[in-house]
């Protein structure tokens, strides 16, 4: 028999962060294998059958293998319905994948450039160099990205009403940048948002196994 879904992923890693959140989300039974792409070995050829990118994180599940954290939270939450992390109009699915391409092609990136300069945990492990025109040109960029997501909560608790993955994937880059000492203040609505997603029991179970020492 093939064994069930196995995640491989790395402490200090946003992009695992949104994986693992999303498995405990949706209840689903996985196996833990935590990696340390700082070493040579976790590039090698029997993971990168696994991810040819050599990243984390990477999901199995008996003989389909898949990369790309946000293209593993889909696949988990279609597996599991019951978690309900993705709303059932195709509408509605659609508007959740919309965020996630948001997620990915504009908040992540000026979030990574403002963590590498300010998130000192995240600098040790990662052995990262400050760069403070990239600094700056990530929170210019977040000045124009977080009234998008302000403007998208007013009136309700979740970016598509019901929490689901359009929120799970805002929550590992935020609270990185957020450790760093970047002030969601002036976004009250974001604010909000955002602490309730991190009070959420599958996201504090997740930072103690990736954030904490």
């Given at each position: 028999?093939?064994?069930?879904?196995?995640?491989?992923?790395?402490?200090?890693?946003?992009?695992?962060?949104?994986?693992?959140?999303?498995?405990?989300?949706?209840?689903?039974?996985?196996?833990q294998?935590?990696?340390?792409?700082?070493?040579?070995?976790?590039?090698?050829?029997?993971?990168?059958?696994?991810?040819?990118?050599?990243?984390?994180?990477?999901?199995?599940?008996?003989?389909?293998?898949?990369?790309?954290?946000?293209?593993?939270?889909?696949?988990?939450?279609?597996?599991?319905?019951h978690?309900?992390?993705?709303?059932?109009?195709?509408?509605a699915?659609?508007?959740?994948?919309?965020?996630?391409?948001?997620?990915?092609?504009h908040?992540?990136?000026a979030?990574?450039?403002?963590?590498?300069?300010?998130?000192?945990?995240?600098?040790?492990?990662?052995?990262?160099?400050?760069?403070?025109?990239?600094?700056?040109?990530?929170?210019?960029?977040?000045?124009?990205?977080?009234?998008?997501?302000?403007?998208?909560?007013?009136?309700?608790?979740?970016?598509?009403?019901?929490?689901?993955l359009?929120?799970?994937?805002?929550?590992?880059?935020?609270?990185?940048?957020?450790?760093?000492?970047?002030?969601?203040?002036?976004?009250?609505?974001?604010?909000?948002?955002?602490?309730?997603?991190?009070?959420?029991?599958?996201?504090?179970?997740?930072?103690?196994?990736?954030?904490?020492?």
């Amino acid at each position: 028999m093939l064994p069930g879904m196995e995640l491989f992923f790395s402490r200090m890693s946003g992009n695992s962060g949104r994986a693992v959140f999303a498995l405990i989300e949706s209840g689903a039974a996985w196996q833990q294998h935590p990696l340390d792409p700082r070493v040579a070995r976790d590039r090698e050829p029997q993971y990168l059958a696994l991810n040819p990118m050599g990243k984390v994180p990477a999901l199995r599940d008996g003989a389909f293998c898949l990369w790309e954290s946000n293209a593993i939270n889909w696949y988990v939450a279609e597996k599991h319905p019951h978690s309900a992390l993705l709303p059932a109009s195709p509408e509605a699915r659609a508007s959740v994948q919309r965020w996630l391409y948001f997620q990915a092609g504009h908040i992540s990136p000026a979030c990574v450039s403002v963590f590498r300069a300010s998130n000192a945990r995240m600098q040790a492990f990662w052995n990262m160099r400050a760069d403070a025109r990239a600094e700056e040109l990530g929170r210019k960029e977040l000045e124009r990205f977080l009234p998008v997501l302000e403007s998208a909560l007013e009136g309700r608790d979740w970016l598509e009403h019901e929490f689901s993955l359009a929120d799970i994937a805002y929550a590992p880059h935020f609270q990185l940048i957020a450790e760093g000492g970047f002030s969601f203040a002036p976004y009250p609505r974001v604010a909000a948002w955002l602490e309730r997603l991190w009070a959420r029991p599958a996201w504090q179970q997740t930072t103690r196994l990736l954030y904490e020492a």
